[in-house]
C-alpha cells in the first residue's frame, strides 16, 4: 500500500472519530460563542468611538478579534489532540497500527491532518465576523485572508505540539497539561523575557515565541520569518513526535 | 548495579541541560545570540531528547541514528528559520500601507549621496527596542548609507551626556556625513514608538538634513498683511514649520524696491492694501523672471478696500479674484455661519503630499477662470468647495447666518477655493518657470485655527515646498490610516448577539446529538 493511500486511510479514521466526539461540537460551539462576544465587543467599543481605538474598522475590530481568536485556538487545541495518541495507546489501537505495513509517517500524518482538519473547520467559521463588519463598512480583505491564514499555521503548529505530547504521555491529562504549560510558554514567552531586562533574551524570546509572529502576520504585515516560525513549529513538533513513536517501536522489539 | 546503569545514562540528560543552560547564559551576557548559540541549544536539546530515550532503555545504535537524524533535520529547520529571518521582503496586506514607508520616504532617502553617509542615534527604552529595530529596518532598507545606533536613556548615561544630556526617550539625532568622514549636518527630532504616526517625524528630519538652508522665503509685510509675531492671528506656527525645514524665513517690504537674489518664494498672506504701481511692476517683473509667489487674498470685507493691483496681477495668467464670498449652506451645522466653505482636495501633487483631510477656509474669495487659455500658462485646482455653493458680493451680501440661495440655480455649483499656476519663463533670473499658488483666504492658516483645521498647515506647507520646486523633499504629514466609520444600533448589536449565540447553540447541541447518534449507531 503507497505512502499516500495510508495516510488517506488513517485520516479518514481520524476525521471520522473526531466528528463521533461530542466534545469536538461542544469545543466548537464554545470557540464561536466566546469569538462572537470579544467580536461584538469590539464592535460596540468602535462603533462608539471609544478610548485607544484607531478611526479604522480593520484595525479596531477585525484584526484585535482574531488576535483573541488565536488565544481560544490556543487553549482548545490541547483539548482535542490529548486523546490522539493516548486513547489509542489505551485501548491498544496505537499497537496494532504499529504492527501492520503502515509507516509511522503515514500514522502520524494522518492523525495531524485529521485534527487539523478540525481545527480548520472551526477557522472557516471566523470570516463571519469581517462578513459582518464588511455589510456596514469598509474592511480590508487580504488583511482578513491574511489573518485566516495566520490562524491555520498557528494552528498546525500547535496542533504538532499537542501531538508531541500526547504520544509522550500515557495519560490524556498529562499530554494536555504538558501541552498547555509549552505553549503558554510559547505565547508569554516574551512577557517574561521583556520583565527579566536582559536585551539579549528579549531579543531572543522574539524569536522563539509566538507573539510577534502571529501579531505581524494578523496585522497584515506578512514576513517570510513569520511564515517559516510556524512551519518549523510543526515540523519540530512532527518529527519528534515520529521519533517518539519510532522508539516505542525499539522498545517494543 | 540498575541504579548506577541509569545515573551513567542520566549523564547526557545532565549534559544537555548544562548545555541549554550555557547557550542561553552566554547569549545573555554576550548581549546577543549568534549562531553558534543556537547550534548549542539545538544540539542541547537534542542531548536531552536522546538520552530520554536512552533511559527509557532504547538500544545504543538506533538511539544514536535517530540522535544524529534528528539533530540534521532540527539544524535543517533552524537554518530554514535563520535564512528567512533574514529575508528583507515583506508583504503588507492593509489598505493604507500601515506597514510600509511611503512613496516619499523612499524618493527622500534615495536623495542621500552615494558618497555620504547618515547615522541615526535614536534614544529609545529597552521595551520598546524591537518595535523601533523593525521600524528602522525598513529605512536601512531603502538607505544602506544609514547607520543606526540606538541608545537606552537610562543606560547609556555616557552617550546621553555626549549629547548635553535631558534626552527623552524617542529623541534622536539624526548626522550626515561626509566620505572622509566630516559631519556635514546634524538634525534632531522625536518620535513616538508606541504609535505608528512616527514615519513623518523621521523622514522629515531626513528632507531637512538634505536641504542646504541656503534657500531664504521672503514674507511680504507693509501692506497689513498676516505677520509671524506669535500673535493668534498671526502666521507663526506655518512659518515654523517651513523655517523646521532649514528653510530661512524673513519678512521684507515689496516697498524697498528690489526683490533679494535668494529668493525661493515670496509669501504674501492677506494684505490689507493695495499694491502701488512700483511694487506691481516689481512683483510682475519678479514672476515674468521665474519668480514663485504665494497669494493669500482675503476677501474684503470689513476694510471695503480694493485691491485692484493684486486683481490685475491674477488677471494676467487668466484667472479673476473678485472681491466676492463664497456661501457654503452646508458650513451652517459645523460653524452657525455660511462664510466658511469646506475646501475638498482636487488631484494635485500638493495635495498628493498630503492626507487630504478637507478644512475650512474663513471668509474665503472665489478664484474664476477667464477661459482666455494662455499656451504658456498651466492652470490646477488644488482645493474646491462642495457643489453646494455659489459666490455673493461683498457689497450685497444677503447669506451669512442664514443661507438664502441664488436665483440663478446654475450659479450654485463648485467654487474654486485655490489653484496652482505655472508659466514657463525660459532663461529667467529666478528659474525656468514662474510658479504661483493662489488662495482667497488666510485666516484659516492663523495659530488660532491651524491645530483644528484638518489638513490647512500640510496645504500651506505643501504649497511653499512645491513653489521651492523641492518635491523631491516634500513635508510630509503624518499618515492616517483610511477612516470606515460603523453606525451601529442598539437593536442591531443585541440581534448580531442573538444570532451568533444561537449558531454557537446550534453547533454545540446539534453537533453533540449527531455524534451521540453515530456512536449508537456504531
Redo the contacts between chains.
Sequence with gaps: MSFTRQLFLVTRREVASLLCMPLYYVLCGVFFMLAALVYLQQLVVFSQGGQGTSVNATDSVVVPTFQMLHFFLLIQVPLLTMRVFAEDRSNGMLDLLQTMPARDWAVLGGKFLATFLGIAIYTTITPIFPVVTGMMTIVDWPVVIGSVIALLLSSAGYVSIGLLFSAASESQVAAAVLSYVTLFMLAFGQAFASASNVQALDDAARHFTVTEHINGLISGNIAPMNVAYFVVMAWVGLFVTARLLEARRWRST | MQTRSLWIRAVPLFLGFVGLAMA?GL???????MTW?FAMGLLSLASI?GSL?WL????WR??AA?CV??VF??LA??L??LV??N?P????????GI?TLGAQTSSILRRIPAEQSARLELFVA??D??AAQKFLANYQRLAPQLSIDLYDPKRDLDVVSQFGGNIREGQFFLSLFDADGTMKRRTDGEISLSNGLREHVLTNAFARLLTDGKETIYWSSGLGEKRLDKTDDSLTKVAEAIAAGAVNIQEFRLMEGRIPADTAAIVIAGPRRDLSDFDFELLKNYLDEGGKLFLMLDPMFEERVPLPNFEKLVTGYGLDMPNEMIIDPLAMSATRVTTTPQAIWAKHPIALATSRVPFLLDRARPIVSQGKADPNVKLEGILVSNEQCWTEPVDSMKSFRRAIPPDDVEKVTNQILSVSVTKQTPGGRWGQRAKIVLIGDSDAFTDRQLATNGDAGAFFLQSVNWLREREDLLQIPPR?????????TTTT?WT??GT??L??????????G???A??RM?
Excluded: C, M
Design positions: 542561553v547569549g545573555a551576557l554576550n548581549g546577543a545570540f548559540h531528547a530515550l527509557r532503555e532504547v538500544r538506533d538511539w535517530s537524524y534528528t533535520f532540527l529547520l533552524a530554514a528559520y528567512s529571518a529575508r521582503q515583506r508583504f503588507d496586506l492593509t489598505r493604507d506597514h529597552q521595551k527596542r524591537f492616517f490610516v483610511t477612516a470606515t466609520p460603523i453606525a451601529l448589536a448580531l448577539l451568533f449565540l449558531i454557537g447553540l446550534l453547533i454545540t447541541v446539534g453537533g453533540s449527531f455524534a451521540i453515530r456512536r456504531k
